[in-house]
């Protein structure tokens, strides 16, 4: 297996054979010596599929990352908070990794421009003004995390955040439930995850130890069309964490607390892991999710662009010319259908810098397993085929299918008579032409009157 980056081959790993119905993992490390966005290619050679032998993702490095959180516990909510995105195993620090936490009534100070994900934990209200703040800032590219908490003022959250399919939450908030077994336990999340990529790390912990983050109490949430839920609580369905993005951010949302006055999420492995996964999400760009061939690639804009169209250019080195149109409060230019695998490049107009944006095959075409007979009759079901597993099935098959309509005995049947009837006819003609020219008047031996006389 090739790395690449930007073409050039960093780094190589062999795998010695992959057994039959089996998947082998390799891990490719790349060093970012400069900020900003990086095509990275991992590719194998040999295999008689060339199609989908690369994958392709784009990285955007930043220079640092910074995280704030917004408290409106009283510090608790704050500390915890710190302590997950800080957590490390070998207890390294990274200057470029900057994490603080500020009570709520000072966050019209802090300069939002410089911060790439705010967390929101417990904080009673905010301002219509610092909604619109907040909003532009989602907007722009970064990212939101919002947890609830006793001190929440749900009624001022949503008549200031939600409008319509622009609310700022992926969902509205209601009262407080009280979410504990009939044994009086807190219920444990459900095991059953979307494939999302803040789910990864969870996956790997044992069953055990995820069942051992609980939760009493939560939020009646009244998720938004535009949100998704990625975490539930076991044997109720109800959501604890909810996603939706927001022009080219995202925001999460959480129906519990941070601290653990609702739950014990933050002392379990479950929080570090998740909060942790949550900021590296939230630190990409939009450019940075891979994307499948016939996926729509759009170029989202805060404000109304100058140029009316934004430009795409394909990997086959050609430029599409897309309007930009009005969507949400918004200005999208919507790419439908890509066509081709590879790096396509967007820009806002033809002379501004362009960000690449990978396009893969979809993994599941690898798929090269036989199906089954019951399977191949269900995916078959209504097109008039049938299927046969061997020589006899495929004559009873025939016979069957020719059952009641076959008409080729009749048609020979047909034809001979028609060749009969066409024989005897033209013996008939032949001897009435015969008969004819035997009675005709016999032709005289002088042709000449003269002679005659």
């Not at 790993?13 to 119905?21: F, H």
């Not at 900057?98 to 301002?127: G, K």
């Not at 939009?286 to 109304?304: A, C, I, K, M």
């Not at 430009?311 to 599409?320: H, M, R, Y």
Request: net charge negative; hydrophobic share 40%.
């Amino acid at each position: 297996v090739q790395c690449r980056v930007e073409g050039v081959q960093i780094d190589s790993k062999r795998i010695p054979v992959i057994a039959a119905g089996a998947s082998e993992t390799v891990s490719l490390f790349v060093p970012f010596h400069n900020a900003g966005s990086t095509r990275i290619t991992a590719e194998i050679t040999g295999d008689l599929l060339p199609f989908d032998n690369v994958r392709r993702v784009v990285a955007v490095v930043r220079d640092r990352v910074s995280v704030l959180c917004v408290d409106g516990s009283g510090g608790a909510a704050g500390r915890l908070i710190m302590a997950s995105l800080l957590a490390r195993g070998d207890g390294a620090k990274d200057e470029d990794y900057v994490v603080r936490s500020v009570p709520w009534l000072t966050l019209p100070a802090e300069p939002l421009e410089e911060v790439d994900v705010l967390i929101f934990a417990d904080v009673p209200e905010v301002t219509p003004e610092q909604v619109v703040q907040l909003s532009r800032h989602v907007r722009n590219g970064n990212g939101l995390v919002w947890f609830a908490g006793p001190n929440v003022k749900t009624a001022a959250w949503n008549e200031r955040t939600a409008s319509g399919s622009n609310s700022l939450l992926p969902a509205k908030l209601g009262a407080p439930v009280d979410s504990r077994t009939s044994e009086g336990a807190g219920r444990p999340l459900d095991p059953a995850m979307p494939d999302h990529s803040v789910c990864l790390p969870l996956q790997s912990l044992p069953e055990d130890l995820f069942s051992e983050t609980r939760f009493l109490t939560r939020l009646n949430v009244e998720p938004s069309s535009s949100s998704f839920p990625i975490l539930s609580l076991a044997g109720s369905n109800a959501p604890i964490l909810l996603e939706h993005s927001l022009g080219r951010g995202h925001v999460f949302q959480f129906a519990t607390s941070a601290e653990t006055s609702w739950n014990n999420m933050a002392l379990t492995p479950v929080f570090p892991m998740l909060m942790q996964q949550i900021v590296n999400y939230l630190a990409g760009r939009e450019f940075e999710q891979p994307r499948l061939v016939g996926d729509s690639l759009s170029l989202s804009y805060v404000e109304q662009p100058d140029a009316s169209d934004a430009v795409f250019d394909t990997p086959s080195k050609e430029s599409i010319a897309v309007p930009v149109r009005e969507h949400r409060d918004q200005f999208v230019a919507m790419l439908e259908n890509s066509g081709e695998a590879g790096f396509y490049v967007a820009r806002v107009s033809v002379q501004a810098p362009g960000m690449p944006i990978a396009v893969n095959v979809d993994p599941r075409e690898s798929d090269v397993t036989s199906l089954s007979a019951s399977d191949l009759n269900e995916n078959l079901e209504g097109a008039d085929i049938t299927v046969v597993a061997s020589e006899s099935e495929l004559v009873a098959a025939i016979d069957a299918s020719r059952t009641g309509r076959s008409s080729w005995r009749y048609l020979l049947i047909a034809g001979f008579i028609l060749l009969l009837l066409e024989s005897l006819f033209a013996e008939f003609l032949r001897k009435r032409k015969r008969s004819r020219s035997k009675q005709a008047d016999p032709i005289p031996d002088n042709l000449t009157g003269v002679q005659d006389a």
